[in-house]
């Protein structure tokens, strides 16, 4: 039997069709065509070697596909999401408003500083009275616990994200957690927002929603816009 014959045979010998076989054979012997049919080939066995020419995926499982773009961009607007929910978190720039050139106001989700005529002054919704902080705890608090909450999701995607990208453990629940944490975000500062009670004595400084409030918005969205590239980063691996 010659050294063509016997190359063809052990090909089909490993589950390769008499097709694959002989295109695989031609590779090295050109002018080859098989004698007779092989019978049905037998079940393939561990080979210590590969064949010559043979494709990888013939004799072992294709890995996964490898982390593209849009995984690591996840994975950058889950952190942005998260830098960003937290800077707002603590920073006293949920409400502002100005009066003149120098006096301003400025309240957070737990207390409020104003600035009066070059006179600064600090101080907690607990330790102020109802009527100076009327049920701005109530709002802190409530706006506070939505975001803790955004945050531990947001954390728990990019954990996900992660070890999805080194192929550890594949699941979407990485993805979701980015639309849980991006909801819970925008619905916390909008919720803060509605909750804040109408102050006061202070109608000369023109209150508005500052830029903690717009930063709690801008998290949100992007832990959405990580979830879609996630969605979109699997449909194109399964084309």
């Not at 995607?157 to 975000?185: D, Q």
């Not at 959405?224 to 996630?230: I, L």
């Amino acid at each position: 039997m010659s050294g063509a014959q016997e190359y063809y045979d052990s090909l089909i010998t490993q589950g390769y069709t008499p097709k694959q076989a002989k295109g695989f054979t031609q590779q090295h012997f050109p002018s080859f065509s098989p004698a007779a049919a092989m019978p049905s080939p037998m079940p393939a066995t561990p080979q210590m070697r590969m064949p010559m020419g043979a494709p990888m995926g013939g004799m072992m499982p294709v890995s996964g596909d490898r982390p593209g773009v849009l995984n690591w961009v996840a994975l950058g607007l889950t952190a942005a999401a998260i830098a960003l929910v937290f800077i707002a978190m603590f920073s006293n720039s949920w409400m502002t408003g100005e009066f003149g050139d120098d006096s301003t106001i400025s309240f957070g989700l737990s207390e409020y500083e104003a600035e009066f005529n070059g006179d600064t002054d600090s101080q907690t919704y607990g330790d102020c009275d109802e009527d100076e902080c009327p049920d701005m705890d109530s709002a802190g608090l409530t706006g506070m616990i939505f975001l803790w909450i955004a945050v531990a999701a947001a954390f728990g995607s990019l954990v996900l994200m992660h070890l999805n990208n080194l192929e550890v453990y594949n699941s979407k629940f990485g993805m979701i957690a980015c639309f849980v944490s991006g909801g819970l975000a925008i619905a916390g500062a909008i919720t803060w927002l509605f909750m804040f009670p109408e102050v006061e004595g202070l109608d000369e400084f023109d209150l508005g929603p500052g830029i903690s409030f717009y930063l709690a918005i801008i998290g949100g969205v992007c832990s959405f816009g990580s979830g879609v590239c996630e969605i979109i980063s699997n449909r194109k691996q399964n084309v």
